[in-house]
């Protein structure tokens, strides 16, 4: 099982982002997927993720109407628009894979697979 993610860098405030992460080695749609990050000193946490359950989709409250969080099963990538990134969305990405249940689909302690992570700075 691999989940790589790539599209980090560096980006302005108010600008635009798009991160990915492929799948391989299992079938993604039997999943949860989502994106988490973590930032210097500060726990991993959930940022958007989807069910594989009823693909409904959880955003944490900060990213909430600026980020958008999409999958192609044909090709087994998740995506992570990221639209009007703010300084204080400077983090380590990561994208994972979990059968988390739907109260929890936002809790990184549910994902068992994850990904190398991928440094996203957001600055002028």
């Known amino acids: 099982v691999q989940l790589q993610a790539s599209g980090g860098g560096l980006v302005q405030p108010g600008g635009s982002l798009r991160l990915s992460c492929v799948a391989s080695g299992f079938i993604s749609e ?5 994106w988490f990050r973590q930032a210097p000193g500060k726990d991993r946490e959930g940022v958007s993720c989807i069910s594989s359950k009823d693909d409904s989709t959880y955003y944490s409250d900060p990213v909430k109407g600026r980020f958008t969080v999409s999958r192609d099963n044909a090709k ?5 628009q990221m639209s009007s ?4 969305d400077t983090a380590v990405y990561y994208c994972a894979a979990g059968r ?9 302690r549910m994902y068992y697979y994850w990904g190398q992570g991928t440094q996203v700075t957001v600055s002028s």
């Open 76 to 80: 087994n990538t998740l995506y992570l």
């Open 85 to 88: 990134p703010k300084p204080e």
């Open 100 to 108: 988390p249940v739907l109260s929890s689909i936002g809790d990184p």
């Open 30 to 34: 039997d999943y949860s997927i989502g």
